[in-house]
Nanobody, 114 residues
């Protein structure tokens, strides 16, 4: 059994910051890529950022320079530091962990509003 649990979402004003965390536990023998996706109301889920086991990163154009993804391989945790948040960043943020297959968390709500 594999568990993927996100935390750190909430309500923040435009220009503010949040740090999301995602912990993977259970029978994951090896983790390859880890990633954050998001889904806003009425829109498709989209990739926000991903990171390889070696630390290589990839970002959506819309968050480049504002968001930073990082991971702790020893603890199977991936983080997303979000700065200069905008109302259009409002979405449910999902963590995806690639092991033998892809594992998804249930998501954490991020709301950017004044």
């Amino acid at each position: 059994q594999v568990r993927v649990v996100e935390s750190g979402g909430g309500l923040v004003q435009p220009g503010g910051s949040l740090r999301l965390s995602c912990a993977a536990s259970g029978s994951i023998f090896r983790i390859y890529d880890m990633a954050w996706h998001r889904q806003a109301p009425g829109k498709q889920r989209e990739l926000v950022a991903s990171i390889t086991s070696g630390g290589g990163t990839n970002y959506a154009d819309s968050v480049e320079g504002r968001f930073t993804i990082s991971r702790d391989n020893g603890k199977n945790i991936v983080y997303l530091q979000m700065n200069s948040l905008k109302p259009e960043d409002t979405a449910v943020y999902y963590c995806k962990v690639d092991g033998r297959r892809a594992y998804w968390g249930l998501g954490t709500q991020v709301t950017v509003s004044s």
